[in-house]
């Protein structure tokens, strides 16, 4: 795009996919992406840190920086960091809200609260971020552990693709859990980088960006 200045999108493993399709089927030639490992997905007290050390050494290059993450566990740790360095990020508390937005994800868990969610990227790495990442691999017996006060597991679906919704309805069937999908597409990830892309100003501060939450 003319004009518009280029971007470093610092984002989570887990979403480069649905990023780097979302750059190209819109042509966003001015973001450039840096993904952090999907792993810090089961340590989220260390993604505050992790974004710091991103943000500081993006600077040497970048003017405009967004974080691609919600605050995804940190318990409002990120905030801290991107208000102190002046940076935006995805709006909500993590990817299942972003995805299905925050009302449609608000009517889910009030349909069913003991719900475990799943998205594209998750259905492909099922078993090494849950059932590896968790122990359970090492302990079946764990799974009853992490899993008694679910009922269901929801699969958020970004793109349409029969192989993971098998591959989903079969993870349900391992947890014990009552299968469900939403077709989600991109959701909120798409409009916050169109609005990050085709921006051409770097932003005024931190208190104006409504969207960021």
Not at 56 to 79: H, P, Q, S
Not at 123 to 141: C, Q, S, T, Y
Not at 180 to 190: K, N, S, V
Request: proline share 5%.
């Amino acid at each position: 795009m003319d004009g518009v200045a280029p971007v470093l999108v610092i984002a989570c493993g887990a979403l480069a996919r649905e990023i780097v399709a979302l750059k190209k089927l819109n042509g966003w030639s001015a973001l450039d992406i840096q993904c952090l490992p999907p792993e810090l997905h089961n340590r989220p007290e260390r993604i505050p840190a992790a974004v710091r050390a991103a943000i500081v050494a993006g600077r040497a290059k970048y003017e405009r920086i967004f974080v691609a993450y919600a605050d995804c566990g940190t318990g409002g740790r990120l905030d801290e960091v991107l208000q102190a360095e002046h940076v935006e990020r995805l709006p909500g508390a993590h990817c299942y809200e972003f995805f299905a937005t925050s009302a449609a994800f608000a009517a889910l868990c009030e349909a069913e609260p003991g719900t475990f969610y799943l998205t594209d990227f998750l259905v492909r790495h099922f078993d090494r971020l849950v059932i590896a990442g968790l122990g359970i691999d090492r302990h079946p017996e764990l799974a009853n552990e992490y899993f008694r006060n679910y009922r269901k597991l929801t699969y958020l679906v970004q793109v349409a693709d029969p192989e993971l919704a098998r591959a989903a309805r079969a993870a349900a069937g391992r947890l014990g859990l009552e299968y469900e999908e939403h077709f989600t597409g991109y959701g909120d990830l798409a409009d916050s980088l169109e609005s990050v892309a085709s921006r051409r100003e770097h932003p005024v501060s931190w208190e104006k960006t409504a969207w960021r939450r």
